[in-house]
């Protein structure tokens, strides 16, 4: 069976680009899939070895074998869904734009809603969640599924701002957290969890709160600011080199040090909504850029998929 394949190509900014061997590993990039509308949300399963991911405007979630190179439907209609992680106990987490909820998948195949409200209020349509060593899961807010009927339902917000929210794991409470974004998008904690990381998608910025012992957040400052030309910021995920990865839809993917310096970028033959890491190794790169999704094995390594 022959594989379809396009060129790995980067922009080094920075000399550490080079020397942390962020260009190092394939050469060519794999095309795992194509012919989708608007697709996001890469996850890797490692104990079934599959990749799931989202095709918004066709509302269908679908999935990659890697043992057999198969790809098929996982569940149609699929709520319009965006992001999908795991939680510690390996279920899918997912957040729905068309239902307006997050959502976890059981073991069984049930669907839980782990949060469709805020005081009473509708969510607008959840985009992008992160699971907590605690089990706390958090999530970001905006409105891209409330705008139009393209990735949800068109309706005006009930709350009327795009924020970030916390669902705490015992009560499930949901809690703000962050506010005062144009459209929170990519979430991602550090490698030790005592920061969150915030992308906004309409303010072209990524934010970075200190995490307190109470699960709330201290006031955000910038991390990173788009450059201009470069795109848009979407998901975003570590390496365990403290390097944040940053998918930039129009840019390819951005590759930032801990001190916030742009070290250089993955050019992409298409716009990036989401980056994620998976394989045995946790050091294949999933791309979601937007009709298609690509991997390539690279010579870093994902952040742990689980922390302690």
Known sequence: MSIDTVPVSYEVLDE?????????????????????????????????????????PNDRLLRWDETSGAVSVFRSPAGHTNCNTLDREGRLISCEQGGRRVTRTEHDGRITVLADRWQGK????????????????????????????????????????????????DSGEVRLVADGFGAPNGLVFSL???????????????????????????????????????????????????????AAMDGGVHCYAPDGTLLGRLLTPEPVANVAFGGAKNNIMFLAASTSVYCLMTAVTGAPRIRR
Not at 17 to 23: H, N
């Open 16 to 56: 550490r680009f080079r020397t942390g061997r962020c260009m190092n590993g394939d050469d060519r990039m794999q095309v795992l899939h194509t012919g989708g509308r608007w697709v996001e949300g890469p996850v890797y399963l490692p104990a079934w070895r599959q990749l799931i991911w989202s095709d918004i």
């Open 122 to 169: 509708r969510l607008n349509s959840p985009n992008d969640a992160v699971v907590r060593s605690d089990g706390s899961v958090w999530f970001s807010d905006p409105d891209f599924g409330i705008t139009s009927d393209y990735e949800g339902f068109r309706a005006e917000s009930e709350i009327g701002a795009n924020n970030v929210y916390r669902i705490d794991p």
């Open 192 to 246: 030790d969890e005592s920061q969150l990381y915030v992308s906004d998608t309409r303010s072209g910025v990524i934010r970075v709160f200190d995490v307190r012992d109470d699960g709330t957040l201290s006031d955000g400052k910038v991390f990173a600011e788009m450059r201009d030309g470069y795109g848009r910021f979407d998901n975003i995920r570590f390496d365990d080199g403290g390097r944040l990865w940053a």
